[in-house]
């Protein structure tokens, strides 16, 4: 490492120390550019392919409340991947790569999309237990050191919680209804517990780039300490609901402060991530089969761009 960059290498690590925002034309670490383009571009890619499992059910919500609800939640998700692909490319990265890379199979997204919703009150589970889990995961990166995704994630957040709480909401209202609603709801929370608590990735000692990330001020708390505040969080929320969380280990811990829990079936965390979860394929199919049908709205938006550009060039020439 040449002395120039040996500088610019301390004078970055200064100003994060600092708790300093870096904007896209600052100088970086390579490293950290490229740690940034991958954990941008996978979460940009897990808010549009989440829309996939909810939006299976827009057409059949049981009423238009609760239509216009899910259709407001849905379109949130895509406006979230809209900032993160924008706030991802301020790093360098073009959107088509990031696409292509998705719909080759290369990038990643969230694991948890890749199970099926069943019933209504998947709806519920859903909004309750995986945004529930995005906040978690999402309130510290309002303050992550990248300030265009900083940015992006305080309205992201905000709107989190709204899904959250609707989606809490559709359990309540089942937890409280007939016996087959009730059953509903609690196999919904059987089915999506613990794919939930996996959206916090491999423990600590498994999580080969978490001290990296911690030390650029991009994730502040480990990924079983999140993991912890989301079982302390929801289990009274499951409690109010008088729905039983399906683990038999789960167990207020006095001298911890905390509760206890069972222990992750990490084979089946591993194996979604390798592409054989109930619907990767289908996902994919899917953002592939959207991207190709899209494809003349770019054409039209591209043959506009350039025949603006050429009109604006000619008027400058004849003002010359
Ligand atoms: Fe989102
Ligand atoms: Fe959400």
């Known amino acids: 490492m040449s002395e120039t960059d040996k500088n610019l290498e301390a004078r970055f690590e200064a100003y994060v120390a600092e708790e300093k925002k870096i904007e896209p034309k600052d100088w970086m670490p390579d490293s950290y ?6 954990q941008i571009s996978q979460h940009a890619h897990s808010e549009i392919v989440g829309m996939l499992p909810e939006g299976n059910w827009i057409s059949r919500a049981p009423s238009l409340k609760r239509k216009a609800i ?16 924008s ?20 990038a990643k997204y969230s694991s948890i999309f890749n199970y099926p ?46 899904h959250q709480r ?34 916090f990735g491999p423990n600590d000692a498994d999580s080969p780039h978490s001290a990296q990330s911690m ?51 990490w084979e089946e965390f591993y194996n979604v991530i390798q592409g054989n979860g109930p619907c ?8 592939v089969k959207a991207h190709d049908e899209g494809a003349w709205v770019r054409e039209a938006a591209n043959a506009y761009a350039k025949k603006e550009n050429e009109k604006r060039s000619k008027s400058a020439t004849h003002a010359a």
């Open 70 to 85: 899910l259709l407001a939640k849905v379109q949130d998700e895509a406006g979230h991947g809209l900032y993160l692909y």
């Open 117 to 162: 919703t069943l019933t209504w009150a998947d709806m519920g589970a859903v909004g309750w237990l995986v945004d529930g889990a995005a906040i978690m995961n999402q309130v510290p990166l309002c303050k992550c050191s990248y300030g265009p995704y900083a940015r992006a994630m305080v309205r992201v957040c905000k709107e989190e919680s709204f």
């Open 215 to 265: 030390k650029w001020n991009i994730k502040r708390f480990s990924n079983d300490e999140l993991r912890q505040r989301f079982v302390d969080m929801t289990v009274p929320q499951a409690e109010l609901l008088g729905l039983t969380i399906p683990d038999p280990d789960l167990k207020w811990n006095e001298e911890r402060g905390h509760y206890d829990f069972g222990e992750i079936q």
């Open 33 to 38: 550019r490229k740690t940034l383009i991958r």
């Open 280 to 287: 990767n394929k289908e996902r994919i199919a899917a953002r």
């Open 166 to 199: 609707q989606g809490f909401q559709v359990m309540l209202n089942l937890a409280q209804g007939t016996d087959e609603q009730k059953d509903m709801a609690q196999d919904a929370l059987n089915r999506w517990w613990w794919p939930s608590l996996m959206m």
């Open 87 to 106: 706030a991802a490319e301020t790093l360098g990265v073009t959107r088509n790569q990031m696409l292509n890379d998705l719909h080759t199979g290369k």
